[in-house]
């Protein structure tokens, strides 16, 4: 039995969501984002409990088709952002289309439906957030950051930067109360 999970977008998802079945001793065959395996079916019960548990963390079951491949598609983009950076070169529809065994345009009116944006509009948030996190960091240049998120240019990034934020990224770098957004709440 497979339980599709909302909001499980980094390892240290994973690990909550593993110890929120463990405590509950629901045995496992794996755990992946978005994903759990499990050994064998859970009673009705057992499901409320689960559920209950799981929102107290942030997460939440997902039951319907359409809602299981959105969640898919964001936890695809966000590994991709923030896990994957050598892939980032890719083409975004064309990533999409292989990791789902889905046309694209079919998954894209599918998400603009549900989720009133559009799959590129999530994936620039995406790639602004990494961004912030990388200028707080203060590891990396502008240039650099620029080159690893694949933009074409530091003029580029520092424009579509702008836009979303409202500010350049030279002036976040700046400011004393950083104004990151959590993964999930893109």
Do not use: W
């Not at 039995?1 to 998802?13: A, G, P």
Request: glycine letters at 2%; charged letters at 30%; aromatic letters at 10%.
């Amino acid at each position: 039995m497979k339980l599709y999970i909302k909001n499980m977008v980094c390892s240290r998802c994973k690990m909550v969501v593993k110890s929120i079945f463990d405590s509950m001793k629901i045995d496992t065959l794996s755990i992946e984002l978005g994903v759990v395996e499990l050994e064998n079916d859970i009673q009705e019960n057992q499901k409320t409990e689960l559920l209950s548990t799981l929102r107290k963390f942030g997460f939440d079951l997902i039951n319907d088709k359409k809602s299981r491949t959105i969640e898919k598609i964001k936890t695809l983009i966000i590994n991709l952002v923030h896990h994957n950076k050598n892939d980032l070169k890719i083409n975004l529809s064309d990533y999409l289309s292989q990791q789902l065994n889905q046309d694209y345009n079919t998954l894209s009116i599918l998400f603009s439906e549900i989720e009133n944006s559009t799959i590129e509009k999530y994936f620039i948030h995406q790639k602004i957030e990494k961004v912030k996190e990388l200028l707080i960091y203060d590891e990396l240049t502008l240039t650099e950051i620029a080159y690893l998120l694949n933009y074409s240019s530091v003029s580029y990034l520092s424009n579509q930067f702008k836009k979303i934020t409202g500010f350049p990224p030279t002036y976040f770098k700046q400011l004393k109360d950083k104004k990151r957004k959590q993964i999930e709440d893109l």
